[in-house]
């Protein structure tokens, strides 16, 4: 069985927390998109670098930086439209053969630890189906109604090293089979394998203060070098 590992990085032209998040200039001229890019080819083990998107400003970007476009319907780019298992299923019919596939967000610039990530999955592929980013927990959580989540508050309140750890996904990596993911219709399966990250490898850009706060971090921690 081909143990070819492929990236995927979906892209739409569209923002709206974000105007124009995937182009605007990130750091020295790049964009999150160009980091990401540049991250995947300085694997060793990534064999393909795929980008998904409708806009044509991503094709012709992708014919310069030498990756594989792969053309998406324009329904499939609007903002919750069309249920997510529907999308992430036209996408990835589009990858030829059943190669191992890292879908990798331009929205996590600080993250890079692509090959570690793969190495430890082959390592321990016979125990997990997948593998998912992950940031490791130990909070008091709330619910929306102000009644404690996971403890007990009073004299029942524990210190935070007695609670259970709880894992946040991250838009990091998410790694499996392609016909696996299709058979579930999702990133990852019921055996996930929990790759560890911290965090500053774990932020994730959804608005305009995730996009100022990773810049910051991404040029004084020296992610450029």
């Avoid at 692509?114 to 430890?120: L, P, R, V």
Wanted: charged share 30%; hydrophobic share 35%.
């Amino acid at each position: 069985m081909s143990k070819k590992f492929v990236a995927l990085i979906p892209v739409r032209e569209g923002s709206k927390r974000v105007k124009k998040k995937n182009f605007r200039n990130f750091f020295k001229n790049q964009s999150i998109f160009d980091i990401k890019v540049h991250q995947l080819k300085s694997s060793e083990l990534i064999n393909e670098i795929y980008v998904s998107s409708d806009s044509k400003r991503v094709e012709k970007l992708c014919r310069k930086k030498n990756i594989k476009f792969l053309k998406r319907e324009s329904k499939y780019c609007r903002d919750h439209v069309y249920p997510w298992h529907e999308i992430h299923n036209s996408i990835l019919k589009k990858i030829p053969g059943n190669p191992y596939v890292a879908w990798c967000l331009t929205t996590a610039p600080t993250f890079s630890r692509f090959d570690q990530a793969i190495k430890e999955f082959k390592k321990k592929e016979k125990f997990f189906d997948s593998l998912v980013g992950v940031l490791p927990s130990k909070n008091f959580i709330l619910k929306e109604n102000g009644l404690p989540d996971n403890f007990n508050p009073g004299i029942w309140h524990p210190y935070s090293q007695e609670l259970e750890k709880n894992y946040f996904i991250t838009g990091s990596i998410f790694l499996a089979r392609k016909n696996n993911m299709l058979n579930w219709s999702y990133w990852f399966g019921r055996k996930p394998l929990l790759f560890k990250l911290n965090k500053i490898e774990s932020i994730d850009i959804d608005e305009i203060q995730d996009f100022n706060l990773a810049r910051k971090i991404y040029k004084y921690e020296n992610f450029n070098n």
